[in-house]
């Protein structure tokens, strides 16, 4: 899993006995480069397992609505929606508790379910995107300070002592390649997830569709629900 590679990567590079020694060698820039790490590894821990958990079969589904409204049993598409859950399902569920009103409205308030469903799937995510594209700059900005450190050695024992200048040049070159490291799995994961959420999106703008042309061949035969249609944020 993606989210593991933060954790193992350094790891294998450097092994368990050195990992302190150079992360206090990088200077004061390993702390926000840590909590880089952690920031992300929660993101996609946490995110990997809500969109694992969803399913996005819009045909099954789908079918299943469809069977029920033909049999003309508008309680039975709704159970199933109940059953199923997920964004796909209420967005399928919010067009069902709508039968009755125009095919305007209907679209319209499961299009608005749809981004609903959708935010929730997206969320944090922009925090995996911000963490891929500071940890590398945190990285340089050792690498400016390591640098700076150097040259102030040399300014004060000369060019005749190199290992007086070697802890700077370490401080540099450990610091960007933290943030490498930290920012390449992290953008793997970002890209992961975004897809998968497209994905999700596709399926319930599919299944959106698929429902308002079942609608058209059996909304007359169907009954008005009385029930209220649910909000987001549940």
């Known amino acids: 899993m993606v989210s593991h590679l933060i954790v193992s990567i350094p790891l294998l590079l450097i092994g368990w006995g050195t990992l302190v020694d150079y992360f206090q060698r990088g200077g004061p820039v390993?702390?926000?480069l840590l909590i880089c790490s952690l920031a992300g590894l929660v993101v996609i821990i946490e995110r990997g397992w809500v969109l694992h958990r969803i399913k996005d079969d819009a045909a099954e589904i789908i079918s299943r609505v469809r069977r029920a409204l033909h049999a003309r049993d508008l309680e039975g598409a709704v159970r199933v929606c109940d059953t199923i859950q997920g964004p796909i399902a209420n967005t399928l569920k919010?067009?069902?508790l709508q039968i009755g009103k125009p095919t305007e409205e209907i679209e319209r308030i499961m299009e608005i379910v749809a981004t609903q469903e959708i935010a929730r799937?997206?969320?944090f995510l922009w925090v995996l995107a911000t963490v891929a594209n500071i940890a590398p700059l945190f990285g340089f900005l050792g690498?400016?300070?390591g640098m700076i450190n150097a040259f102030d050695r040399v300014a004060e024992v000369g060019l005749g002592n190199p290992r007086a200048v070697a802890g700077g040049i370490?401080?540099?070159?450990i610091t960007t390649a933290t943030g490498l490291i930290i920012a390449l799995p992290t953008q793997a994961a970002y890209n992961y997830l975004t897809t998968r959420v497209n994905k999700i999106s596709l399926s319930m703008e599919t299944a959106g569709a698929m429902l308002l042309e079942t609608l058209k061949?059996?909304?007359p035969y169907l009954p008005r629900p009385e029930i209220e249609t649910p909000m987001a944020g549940r």
């Open 30 to 32: 390993m702390y926000p």
């Open 94 to 96: 919010a067009g069902l």
């Open 121 to 123: 799937l997206e969320r």
């Open 143 to 145: 690498t400016v300070t």
């Open 170 to 173: 370490s401080e540099a070159l």
């Open 217 to 219: 061949e059996t909304e």
